[in-house]
């Protein structure tokens, strides 16, 4: 039997899909999710290897967890790793096991909270086997997610500000942002995370760290997005969002690290839906700006629309272009620019994706 | 040579994306595609060497833009470049040596006019990037080559977009002001300033995973000058509105704290509520409430009062990973908005 795991950069580290099929049939239904804690060395950008501790699917590292509000989930975690760990999501009551010890299984039911975006994680230690790799998402469907006037939004009409449909009743009819509305397949989530190689050796040799001095001595030296950076987030097609001007998406922002980010887009501007207030449940927005950066703070997660639409500072006069060509890439990245870096260097291999606008209107089909 | 860089980003991106990152960066001096003519022409050369004094007697070089086509300020930050809503802008970067870039920050553009290497190209000679500011308010422009390093050496300045009527309110029709001031904190770790341009790029380890900054500035003014320099402090007339403008360019959360209510009317280079964004409305930020902002983010806020007074104003530059303020407590700078 492995020890670990070895994750070669750019191979089996993208995201799978746990509860999918028979979550999203109806709302009610009775769904079950495994995972396992597992070690693992994982080869970063500059191939550095480095030791994590990662949940695992039934079909790779990091699954992220599909369910639809109301279905009663049932989690079991097997901790394959050799110290105690746990599992939660934090803001939903009840989706909690304290402690796993080593080799053994447990399990938790909880209910789907509203739909929206949550992180899932190993809350004991906290921060540091959160840190060490133990987080995921977890994305729940509203089970009712229009607006009165019947237009597909990403959250449940009781938890709907008039502010969000005037929004998304704006996405897709001549006007602000002409083209499509917006469907639930267009989504990308983004999971944010920072890694400082001196903290997992020392979790490796099993050195005794108290939590508490963690945030004092980290110095993060990788900074991850889906758990890859640089190159190989940006030309990563679960990460990089692509479409037509007119074809709006819903990034799922999540900060599951000890740093604060910056996220800045360029090309458009976006918009914050929601958030999480200080008791950490999800909020939904009442009042919408219109921004090009954001602040993800340490275990943050946010709804942001991009709205897709012709970069709106091309000059009128030279749209349609006639000698620059589609498909126009952008990139985001974190704009606390020591995330951009790889190794204390190789800029700009940290926090960054692409995203892709592919032509002027949406194809027919 | 110009088909083809035309050619290159659209349909053969490899050559011109990441792929060339590191010690070898693309880099070229093309044409703009889709030339106009412009209305106006902003003309910025890189000038290295400028070697700012700090409060404690030593001297910290920044890095920086200035004109090429007018005398130079031979200041820091870079001067402003201010361009009114609609207007065809012409932005030329004279990059002197080495390669380097101007994005303009906020301005929603195509991608050859977008000033980043890793999606388009770097410019060793001239290149001149070419947009139409749709909407009015607060942005700035940086060098985006290894921005890690060239941003926090100063290669920024403040951008402004007026309403196509000039100056005075937020947008056409939308909030009124009677005068303004722009206020960009930022802060400066004295190691990052003695590495070379290409520092790290190279697969060399500088170290700018680790920012320990010591000086911290408002505007080109050291801190605790901030506190009397007219560049900083809000002079004002009972009852007289003030547009702040305020930019983070620290690479860390700056809290701020006002002596006075605060309106935001715009984020980012949106206003608040305008036509088209009925989404969006002003907000009040109470006076004595510190509020937030991470690197690069931009509120514009009205200011006033009835009553002549002096009221602080204190900056606080937060870590990114502890949150405590910077240099042990030292990392604040503080200015006043005196009403007569």
Redesign the interface.
């Known amino acids: 039997m492995r020890r670990r795991h070895f994750l070669q950069y750019g191979a089996a580290c993208g995201a799978s899909l746990m509860f999918a099929d028979g979550a999203q049939a109806q709302a009610g239904a009775s769904v079950t999710a495994a995972l396992t804690i597992e070690p693992a060395d994982v080869e970063m950008i500059?191939g550095v290897r480095v030791f994590m501790l990662l949940f695992y699917g039934a079909s790779g590292a990091r699954p992220v967890l599909r369910a639809t509000e109301g279905d009663q989930l049932r989690v079991v975690v097997r901790n394959n790793d050799s110290r105690p760990h746990g599992f939660s999501v934090p803001g939903v009551p009840g989706a909690s096991i304290p402690s796993i010890g080593a080799g053994q299984t447990r399990e938790v039911i909880f209910t789907a909270p509203r739909g929206g975006t949550y992180l899932y994680l190993d809350p004991t230690l906290a921060p540091i086997n959160r840190l060490l790799g133990l987080h995921g998402a977890l994305i729940v469907a509203p089970l009712d997610p229009t607006t009165p006037a019947g237009v597909i939004t990403p959250f449940s009409r009781a938890a709907q500000t008039s502010?969000?449909r005037?929004?998304f009743e704006a996405l897709g009819p001549p006007g602000?942002f002409p083209g499509r509305p917006w469907s639930p397949d267009r989504d990308r989530i983004w999971m944010f995370s920072q890694i400082d190689p001196a903290l997992h050796r020392r979790v490796d040799l099993r050195q005794s760290i108290n939590p508490a001095s963690v945030?004092?001595t980290?110095?993060?030296?990788y900074f991850t997005l889906n758990g890859r950076s640089?190159?190989d987030a940006?030309?990563d097609e679960a990460t990089a969002p692509e479409g037509y001007i007119g074809e709006p998406m819903l990034l799922r922002v999540l900060n599951a690290g000890?740093?604060?980010?910056?996220p800045?887009i360029?090309?458009?501007?976006v918009?914050e839906l929601s958030g999480i207030d200080a008791a950490g449940a999800m909020t939904v927005r009442a009042?919408?700006?219109?921004?090009?950066?954001?602040?993800m703070s340490p275990l943050d997660r946010k709804d942001v629309l991009l709205p897709f639409e012709r970069?709106?500072?091309?000059?009128?006069?030279?749209?349609p272009?006639?000698?620059?060509?589609?498909?126009?890439?952008?990139?985001m990245h974190c704009?606390?620019?020591?995330s951009?870096?790889a190794?204390?260097?190789?800029?700009?291999?940290g926090l960054i994706a692409?995203w892709t606008i592919l032509g002027p209107t949406p194809p027919e089909s | 040579m110009a088909d083809n860089i035309f050619d290159g980003t659209a349909q053969d991106a490899g050559e011109l994306t990441f792929d060339t990152f590191g010690c070898n960066v693309f880099h070229a001096n093309p044409p703009t595609p889709d030339r106009l003519a412009p209305d106006i022409n902003f003309e910025l050369g890189v000038r290295f060497g400028l070697r700012l004094q700090t409060p404690d007697f030593r001297e910290i070089e920044v890095w920086r833009f200035d004109w090429e086509d007018r005398p130079m300020t031979n200041r820091w930050p870079s001067p402003a470049i201010i361009m009114r809503q609609g207007q065809v802008v012409h932005s030329t970067v004279h990059s002197r040596s080495n390669t380097h870039t101007i994005h303009h920050h906020g301005i929603d553009c195509s991608p050859f006019n977008d000033g980043v290497g890793h999606t388009s190209f770097e410019v060793s000679g001239r290149y001149t990037y070419q947009f139409q500011p749709s909407e009015p308010g607060t942005y700035f422009y940086h060098c985006h080559k290894n921005t890690v390093l060239h941003f926090e050496m100063g290669m920024y300045g403040p951008l402004v977009v007026y309403p196509p009527e000039g100056p005075g309110h937020v947008y056409s029709g939308g909030p009124r002001y009677d005068s303004e001031k722009l206020w960009v904190p930022d802060d400066f770790d004295p190691r990052w300033h003695t590495l070379g341009h290409d520092a790290g790029l190279c697969g060399d380890d500088p170290g700018l995973n680790r920012f320990d900054p010591k000086y911290f500035v408002v505007s080109g003014v050291f801190a605790p000058n901030t506190l009397t320099d007219p560049a900083v402090v809000v002079r004002a007339l009972r009852g007289e509105r003030v547009l702040v403008r305020l930019l983070n360019a620290s690479y860390g959360m700056l809290r701020t704290t006002l002596g006075l209510d605060a309106l935001v009317v715009g984020v980012d280079g949106r206003a608040l509520g305008r036509p088209g964004s009925p989404w969006s409305r002003p907000f009040t930020i109470p006076a004595n409430t510190p509020f937030e902002l991470s690197t690069a983010q931009r509120y514009d806020m009205i200011v006033l009062s009835a009553n002549a007074g002096t009221y602080p104003v204190k900056f606080e530059f937060l870590n990114w990973i502890t949150r405590a303020i910077q240099n042990n407590g030292r990392g604040i700078a503080n200015t006043r908005i005196v009403v007569t």
């Not at chain 1, 980290?218 to 030296?221: H, K, L, N």
């Not at chain 1, 704009?335 to 020591?338: L, P, R, V």
């Open positions: 500059d502010e969000v005037a929004v602000r945030a004092a980290f110095a993060p030296r640089g190159f940006a030309h000890l740093a604060t980010h910056s800045h360029h090309g458009n501007h918009m009042n919408l700006l219109e921004i090009d950066a954001w602040t970069p709106p500072d091309i000059p009128a006069a030279a749209y272009m006639r000698e620059e060509q589609f498909p126009l890439h952008y990139p704009h606390i620019e020591m951009q870096t190794g204390g260097g190789l800029y700009p291999h692409d």
